[in-house]
């Protein structure tokens, strides 16, 4: 049986470490992702990914169900990502690129694809995530939850604190910057109009 | 790319929301209409959704999981860690009932269960004698008050039984003697055998605490030894993967060779 987010919630409440365990296996990738892409470094986002289901935890006894637990979860993690970056007083740092690990591709890749197509996608991966460094914060943050966990403007107006109006221009000034960087880079150039 | 050179009212807005469908149904009727005619729009547009295909593509690294790899029965949350001051007072439980568990005595003879524990033992247990004096009457002797705390109640006892019988026997005729004396024995034997209970049902409890704090040992040990057991399989599971790699590699190679020829 399939329990939903707010079953299980209550299971936690009332003692089931087993009802919480399933929230974290159910959330721990999104979070994980969420903060990566906003953080752009992998060890700080496994722990703030980690802090986020601590401090819930901790917090679920005063969960009253007022917001989604997905959403309650982001909330978390988003305050974490703005401490981390008030407190490195540094934009989000994209990790220097590697010698690329043929094995290590290998690993990630299909079976049908070659190891040049998966080198290709990887650069191309890169040359995102640096153009995503760039941006200020808060636009970055926009396209993040728009584009890769799929909030409304109004789910993402609520959880940032903005009007919606603002989320709509965040976006727009974001994905225009990102237009403009992936239009000057080689590798990218070809294909952004 | 264009310089913007469109007044569409709200523009920036729309196309935005236009890009993500999330236009009413009459604004996107009319913006769709607009696009038609307007090609700085119907640019935009495409660039941004050349942007968001690009997006796509982004993936963060793999995440092993937050949950330990160790099976669910035997598992604590890393969530569900007990606080640091727990932790701490379990720590000095566990030397404290370590040191004397290295020690343990338990003896059961003729004078009934005696339990001893500690480094600095007394070579004998010497703990209570009993000797009849002139008059019948039976006294405590002189004992060490160190050890047991008992041990200091029970000279106490005697120095004030002492000090009765001396005062009784100087002040009063034979025949009350004997029966105060009589008095002062019965009170002695039940003061002893309160306190003994008392010392034994400590000491019940001292071996049960003891007891379950080896359990409690042996349980972590194979918790330890589990974890490191599953460590060592997705050591084997690793070599095993890259011994895949590997091999997918070569057949690459060679399949690419065999093309050119």
């Given amino acids: ?193 | 790319m264009t310089d913007m050179l469109c007044g569409y009212a709200n523009r920036d807005e729309t196309v935005v929301a236009f890009l993500y469908d999330e236009l009413e149904p009459g604004e996107r009727r009319e913006f769709n209409a607009h696009l038609l005619t307007c090609t700085v729009c119907r640019d935009e547009v495409a660039g941004l959704r050349a942007v968001r295909t690009h997006l796509a593509r982004w993936e963060p690294p793999a995440l092993t999981s937050l949950q330990s790899p160790v099976p669910e029965t035997s598992r604590a949350a890393w969530w569900q860690a007990p606080p640091a001051w727990a932790q701490v007072a379990a720590a000095l439980l566990f030397l404290g009932v370590s040191a004397g568990i290295a020690n343990l005595d338990v003896r059961y003879d003729q004078n009934g269960l005696n339990i001893t524990t500690g480094w600095n033992k007394p070579a004998t247990p010497k703990l209570v004698t009993a000797q009849p004096s002139k008059g019948g009457t039976t006294l405590v002797t002189d004992q060490s008050t160190a050890g047991a705390p008992w041990r200091a109640d029970l000279a106490a006892l005697e120095r004030q039984l002492r000090n009765d019988l001396r005062a009784s026997q100087a002040s009063a005729p034979a025949a009350q003697t004997v029966r105060a004396v009589s008095s002062s024995d019965a009170e002695t034997l039940r003061r002893v055998r309160e306190l003994l209970d008392e010392s034994e049902k400590r000491q019940q409890r001292e071996l049960a605490l003891r007891i379950a704090e080896v359990v409690r040992d042996v349980d972590t040990q194979r918790k330890a030894d589990l974890r490191n057991i599953d460590h060592t399989l997705g050591l084997v599971r690793n070599d095993l993967g890259v011994e895949v790699m590997k091999q997918r590699q070569s057949l690459n190679l060679l399949y690419r060779a065999s093309q050119r020829q």
Avoid at chain 1, 37 to 50: H, L, S, Y
Wanted: aromatic share 8%.
């Fill in chain 1, 1 to 193: 049986m399939t329990w939903t987010d707010e079953e299980l919630v209550a299971k936690s409440i009332r003692g089931d470490a087993d009802s919480f365990n399933e929230l974290v296996l159910r959330w721990e990738r999104p979070i994980y992702a969420l903060a990566y892409r906003t953080i752009g470094r992998e060890e700080d986002a496994r722990d703030v990914c980690q802090e986020t289901f601590l401090r819930a935890f901790r917090a679920l006894p005063g969960f009253r169900g007022q917001a989604k637990f997905s959403s309650w979860l982001y909330r978390i993690a988003l305050n974490l990502c703005r401490d981390w970056i008030r407190r490195e007083r540094r934009t989000p740092v994209v990790q220097p690129p590697e010698d690329v690990d043929l094995l290590e591709l290998a690993a990630a890749s299909e079976p049908s694809e070659s190891i040049e197509d998966l080198v290709a996608r990887q650069d191309l991966s890169r040359v995102v995530e640096r153009a995503m460094a760039l941006l200020p914060e808060e636009q970055r943050t926009a396209i993040v939850l728009k584009e890769y966990h799929g909030l409304t403007f109004q789910e993402i107006a609520d959880l940032v604190g903005c009007p919606l109006s603002t989320v709509k221009t965040r976006l727009y000034q974001g994905l225009t910057v990102l237009r403009r960087e992936l239009a000057k880079n080689p590798k990218t150039k070809g294909t952004i109009l």
